[in-house]
């Protein structure tokens, strides 16, 4: 059973610092990994999506990289803002036989001004 | 092209009374899913579905029943609603599996 897991679950940072969230899954063959953010009260807003086939994606400060062998994949911020605080959420699809997509419990992100 | 779209966003029901979600979607995509959302849970999938008039359980489907009469709309329906189905649901589509896209999420309270 795929399960994904989301380490630390709490980062506090202050501004401009570049930081790495972290995204861990146990079942290697999976066709997709997403990133999504969550303000609060709010729905999800997809930030990135890296295809199976792919080792990385990027958008504006945002890079998102994807190592299956190990497992893994981080999302690198750069330069932080106080706007970027949030909690972020990776999810991954298996390759075949579902079509589901298996959540992390996400990180709260605070940036602090 | 307003995305995905759920309503109503707030609601408040008593122990016993039945209710229906509605997700309409404007992006043509085959697959429509209905989360729960829960402090300390994460998000946990209650049903899917992969195309119209079909519909699949996800990993908390008791209490719960959907319909997909038309590819744009996902209903979820809580037949009689219980204080446990307090929580916040969003619904998501994606073009197969590919991106997927949320809804804003209604925030429902059973007392």
């Known amino acids: 059973k795929q399960e994904v897991t989301q380490i630390p679950a709490a980062l506090s940072v202050p501004e401009g610092e570049n930081l790495v969230l972290n995204c861990s899954f146990t079942d290697s063959a999976i066709y997709n990994l997403q990133w999504f953010r969550q303000d609060p009260g709010k729905g999800l807003t997809s930030l990135l999506l890296?295809?199976?086939?792919?080792r990385e994606q990027t958008s504006g400060r945002l890079n998102a990289s994807l190592d299956k062998s190990s497992g893994r994949s981080t999302l690198y911020i750069a330069a932080s803002q106080p706007g970027d605080s949030a909690t972020y959420l990776c999810?991954?699809?298996?390759?075949?036989?579902?079509?589901?997509?298996?959540f992390g419990t996400g990180t709260r992100l605070k940036v602090l001004a | 092209n307003a995305g995905v779209t759920q309503t109503p966003k707030f609601r408040v029901l008593k122990t016993g009374q039945s209710m229906t979600l509605l997700c309409a979607q404007d992006m043509n995509h085959e697959y429509m899913y209905w989360y729960r959302q829960d402090p300390g849970m994460g998000l946990r999938l209650i049903h899917y579905?992969?195309?119209?008039?079909?519909?699949a359980k996800g990993e908390v489907p008791d209490g719960y029943n959907v319909s997909r009469l038309k590819k744009q709309n996902f209903l979820l329906g809580l037949e009689s609603a219980a204080p446990s189905q307090t929580s916040v649901y969003f619904c998501a589509s994606s073009l197969r599996l590919y991106e997927q896209y949320f809804g804003p999420g209604t925030r429902l309270t059973v007392t």
């Open positions: 579905s992969v195309g119209e008039g079909t519909t």
């Open positions: 890296i295809q199976s086939s792919q």
């Open positions: 999810a991954v699809t298996r390759l075949s036989g579902t079509y589901k997509y298996i």
